[in-house]
DNA sequence: ACCTTGTTTTGAACACGTTCGAAACAAGCG
DNA sequence: CGCTTGTTTCGAACGTGTTCAAAACAAGGT
């Protein structure tokens, strides 16, 4: 493990990943192998392996970049006031962010859904990337006219990013062209999740939605 | 492929499942390597991949044993009349018919995400697999007392599949011993989910579910 | 200059999943 | 019995991800 970084290392380690990251783009994770990357790089094999712990770790970079896009992109959706009308916004800008890398987007989910890798969104490492997104779904809720039970607010940013997972795992399922499918899924969902989160404020749901909630941290410790 | 199948050949086939399924019990998935299981079912490397596409074909043969396991487990479940009982019922008694495999669940797991791989529970290849497990809900349904308008108890039986494929998900990454969490959440989804679906007769919900209907049939087209 | 210590680089070597051409076997037919 | 056709078995060989011991390099300290 490379402990004191000097510049020179960094230059080499930074190559390796943009290589990587053209190689992927190009033919696709599984296609692109970790002889081509280290030559695209100009370093040896090994040297690859000294830098990354393996090809997997190569994918976090991906990831990153994805995620930054993904805030960028959906900074417009922010500036309409209705809870439905933002959710759509930050779902969809997501679509057209991974949009040029659905066709092997499936293949970076497979390790993602690996438990037992770093690369699981659920994963320690991954906290960082999680984060991010969260506080994305967070300002999504704060800077809307929805008004809520202060506990659902706190606990809602986590949940909208589930359903973020949930979009995404039907994305990497959708074979419609130009990912249709998924576009209809988030046009459709954000304003049912709109008025069901708006309907927890009846007295009749309310109930249900204190037992939800009971069971989130209970979840959370255990 | 082998075309014409002779009893000979069906039975080095079928030594050769009873090998896999062994050695990956013993040590898991990814340990288990192919040239093992050819020497402890007594043939020869090639001959594996005579039988077998590769590797991942032989998981498909360890789901179709744990969905059986599940619907003769799940059976004293569906004695009880209240819906949200026997909805714990069948969800909890997957939980113990799949604890065993606990520990190298995820191996398999990280396959079956893959959108491409006939693994995934989503491919046609998993078809009759699933249908056996939508079915299993369909009769938690039936056999209830649950009242419903008839759209919403066709489509029911499916939801709960996908919220089954849910708690597998919660499930492979749950780490607490026995897996104590997956059924904290079990436990504490199944009343919810019988609320929530008695909630629907209610006016100011019927409107939403109608919507939801909606989506569902056109995500099914699409 | 030389040694020491730590970092970086290298390519050979290993084990694995998979492919493939060729051999062995079985069955029907003349 | 030979011959043909189709099935089954085999193991060598390929390309892959990964490991590792050794070399090259850099930077001080003496």
Do not use: C
Not at 48 to 74: M, P, R
Not at 109 to 114: E, G, I, K, P, Q
Not at 185 to 214: E, Q, S, W, Y
């Amino acid at each position: 493990m490379p402990d004191k970084r000097t510049a020179k290392a960094e230059l080499t380690r930074s190559g390796i990943v943009t290589a990587a990251l053209r190689l992927f783009r190009a033919g696709g994770y599984d296609a692109t192998t970790m002889r081509a990357i280290a030559d695209e790089a100009g370093v040896s094999l090994g040297s690859a392996y000294y830098y990354f712990s393996g090809k997997e770790e190569l994918i976090q970079a991906f990831y990153d970049q994805i995620q930054v896009e993904h805030a960028a992109a959906a900074e417009p959706a922010l500036s309409a006031t209705a809870f439905g009308e933002r959710l759509r916004g930050v779902l969809e800008s997501y679509v057209d962010v991974a949009a040029p890398y659905h066709g092997f987007g499936g293949q970076f989910f497979r390790n993602a859904a690996d438990p037992t890798s770093p690369l699981s969104p659920f994963s320690v490492e991954s906290t960082p990337a999680r984060e991010a997104s969260t506080a994305l779904f967070r300002r999504t809720v704060e800077g809307s006219d929805l008004k809520l039970a202060p506990a659902l607010r706190e606990e809602l940013p986590e949940l909208l990013w589930l359903l973020h997972m949930g979009v995404v795992l039907f994305w990497v399922h959708d074979r419609s062209p130009d990912q249709r499918r998924t576009r209809t899924l988030v046009a459709g969902v954000a304003p049912l999740v709109d008025r069901t989160v708006r309907l927890t404020r009846l007295p009749v749901v309310r109930g249900l939605v204190d037992d939800v909630l009971v069971l989130l941290r209970s979840l959370r410790e255990g």
